[in-house]
C-alpha cells in the first residue's frame, strides 16, 4: 500500500445544536459515509495491532478533520459545493431525529430542503478539493 494519504475525512457540525444532538448525529454520518462509499480500499482501514497481540480493526490511515459551522446555512451551502465537486458525503437534519426511523424519514419527507435544519454533514475525498471546500471553518473546538 502507498504510504502517501492522499484523502481525508472532514465533518462539519452546527455550533448551534447541542453536544449530544451532534454525536449522534456523527456517528449516523459517519457509518453512513462508509457504508454507502464505492471505493472501501481507498478510506484505508487497517487494523492496528498492541504489544500484547490484541487487535483494534477498522481504524483509517486517513486524516478525519472536525470543524464547526455557524449555523445550518453554512452547511447547506457546503453540502452543495460538494454536490457540484462530486465529493462523496452523507449529512444529518434534525428532522432525522426523535420517533422511529419511519417517523424520521416521514418528517423528512415532508420538509422542504431549504427548511431542514442541517446538523452536520461528513466528506470524504481528495484532500486538496475538501481544503478547498471547507477552508472557511475553524477547528471543532465545542
Known amino acids: 500500500m502507498n504510504d502517501e494519504l492522499t484523502h481525508k475525512f472532514v465533518a462539519v457540525l452546527n455550533k448551534k445544536i447541542p453536544t449530544g ?3 449522534n448525529g456523527l456517528g449516523h454520518m459517519a457509518a453512513g459515509l462508509a457504508g454507502s462509499y464505492p471505493n472501501l480500499p481507498e478510506m484505508r482501514f487497517d ?3 498492541d504489544k500484547d ?8 490511515d486517513n486524516p478525519f478533520i472536525i470543524l464547526q459551522a455557524d449555523n445550518s446555512n453554512q452547511i447547506r451551502n457546503l453540502r452543495n459545493e460538494a454536490k457540484v465537486a462530486g465529493i462523496h458525503f452523507v449529512d444529518f437534519t434534525s428532522t432525522m431525529t426523535v ?14 430542503e ?3 435544519e442541517y446538523y452536520g454533514i ?3 475525498g481528495p484532500k486538496e478539493i475538501l481544503n478547498s471546500l ?3 471553518f475553524s477547528l471543532w473546538r465545542g
Open 53 to 60: 497481540g490484541g487487535e483494534h480493526k477498522s481504524i483509517s
Open 99 to 112: 420517533g422511529t426511523y419511519k417517523e424520521q424519514q416521514e418528517r423528512t419527507k415532508n420538509t422542504p
Open 134 to 136: 471547507t477552508k472557511k
Open 122 to 124: 461528513c466528506l470524504f
Open 47 to 49: 487494523s492496528y495491532f
Open 114 to 116: 431549504v427548511e431542514l
Open 21 to 23: 444532538n451532534l454525536m
